[in-house]
């Protein structure tokens, strides 16, 4: 399966922004999620959503960001609003499919920058 997201750019403090993320195949079994790193930091988990339609956040979004999935067009979404400067990073797509065989595939990145 290879991932390509897209949606990132350029935004003021307080806007929003839309992330895709294509999947060239079928994704309906895995767990998706963005995450996202910035300059000089870790790579953190933003969001995920279960193959059931379980979602999970970081605290830092919480509140502010909103992950979808749409299993008939292979594509993951994630919703940005009330975007802050520390938000700024490269954001991933990742599917991941946690039983054997365990499968697991990234996305290229998409630059998300938020100026203030």
């Known amino acids: 399966v290879q991932l390509q997201a897209s949606g990132g750019g350029l935004v003021q403090a307080g806007g929003s922004l839309r992330l895709s993320c294509a999947a060239s195949?079928?994704?309906?079994?895995?767990?998706m999620g963005w995450y996202r790193q910035a300059p000089g930091k870790q790579r953190e988990m933003v969001a995920t959503?279960?193959?059931?339609?379980?979602?999970t956040y970081g605290v830092s979004v919480r509140g502010r960001f909103t992950i979808s999935r749409d299993n008939a067009k292979n594509t993951l979404y994630l919703q940005m609003n009330s975007l802050k400067p520390e938000d700024t990073a490269v954001f991933y797509c990742?599917?991941?499919?946690?039983?054997?065989?365990?499968?697991?595939?990234w996305g290229q990145g998409t630059q998300v920058t938020v100026s203030s």
């Open positions: 990742r599917a991941r499919k946690p039983v054997t065989p365990v499968l697991d595939y």
């Open positions: 959503v279960s193959s059931g339609g379980t979602t």
């Open positions: 195949g079928s994704t309906s079994s895995f767990v």
